[in-house]
């Protein structure tokens, strides 16, 4: 339920749908029968909120304020869609029956044929539509949501705020809100297998030789990488529990690779021409 959550601006109850849940949203489409229930209450359609948020956001969660627009209870007739002094009348039409019989004549013999009244709408009523909301019940708003979006989410997660989407017509049960997060890229970290981060670093070949103490990004800040001597080009070092916490489970974190690579000079001269000559004379 909705109650009893006051205090914390951000307690939304939601549901995890990561993105292999790939099939349609409960509650949208279904248009069918519409026509025939208008009178009764019928639950909101579900409502799409896209979110774009920053790639630390998503590694860590994050908390965000969704400006929404949906269908909300209309407060001049309080969800009735009737004109405010006003009330409902019996249909002239069918007697409140909400259903006309018609007699139709054909070669074998006269037949009854019953139809919904287009007066009324089948409803058996007619009556003086709200101004404000033109006789449905509800206008459309927007409303400013809170969200907390948990550590581990990707692009392609969606998150479910039950409750919050379209209201329902007379008095209806509302439909869910659902917001698609997008993921923006980072310029130095991939994610991969939604947990582990891959990123590169660029060495000289001299370090590459003789091993070295180099800056790295992580999704902490910048950390210290030993490089061992002799590491070969491309070679691939695993920064253990530097990856991203496991969404649902942000105890367990993936692991950072970095992928070794080793710049060789284009032209050497002078001084350092010597000195690899001289290593090529020792080498042989
Ligand atoms: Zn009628
Ligand atoms: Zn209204």
Redesign the pocket.
């Known amino acids: 339920g909705m109650g009893g959550m006051g205090g914390d601006p951000f307690s939304n109850p939601f549901d995890l749908f990561e993105s292999f849940f790939g099939g349609g949203m409960g509650g949208m489409g279904g248009m069918g029968g519409r026509q025939s229930q208008r009178n009764r209450p019928t639950q909101g359609d579900d409502e799409r909120f896209d979110l774009q948020i920053e790639f630390l956001e998503a590694v860590f969660g994050c908390e965000k304020e969704l400006d929404c627009m949906r269908l909300e209870e209309c407060g001049e007739c309080t969800g009735s869609g009737v004109k405010a002094g006003t009330s409902p009348k019996t249909?002239g039409?069918?007697g409140g029956q909400?259903q006309v019989v018609a007699t139709v004549r054909t070669p074998l013999g006269n037949f009854q044929q019953v139809t919904a009244?287009n007066?009324?709408g089948g409803t058996?009523q007619t009556f003086t539509p709200c101004s404000a909301c033109g006789g449905d019940g509800r206008v459309r708003r927007s409303k400013r949501i809170s969200l907390r979006v948990p550590a581990g989410v990707d692009s392609g997660s969606r998150l479910r705020v039950r409750g919050e989407g379209n209201a329902g017509r007379k008095g209806g049960p509302p439909g869910d809100l659902y917001v698609f997060v997008g993921v923006k890229d980072d310029p130095d970290l991939k994610r991969f297998e939604s947990i582990n981060v891959s990123s590169t670093v660029t060495i000289p070949y001299t370090k590459a030789i003789l091993g070295t103490m180099q800056k790295v990004r992580t999704v902490d800040g910048t950390v210290d990488l030993k490089i061992p001597a002799g590491v070969q080009p491309g070679a691939t070092l695993l920064m253990a529990k530097r990856g991203v916490p496991k969404l649902g489970q942000p105890n367990v974190r993936g692991d950072q690779y970095v992928t070794v690579k080793v710049t060789i000079p284009k032209s050497v001269s002078g001084k350092e021409k010597e000195l690899v000559e001289e290593l090529e004379g020792l080498s042989n």
Request: some cysteine; hydrophobic content about 10%.
């Open positions: 249909c039409t069918c909400g009244c007066a009324c058996g």
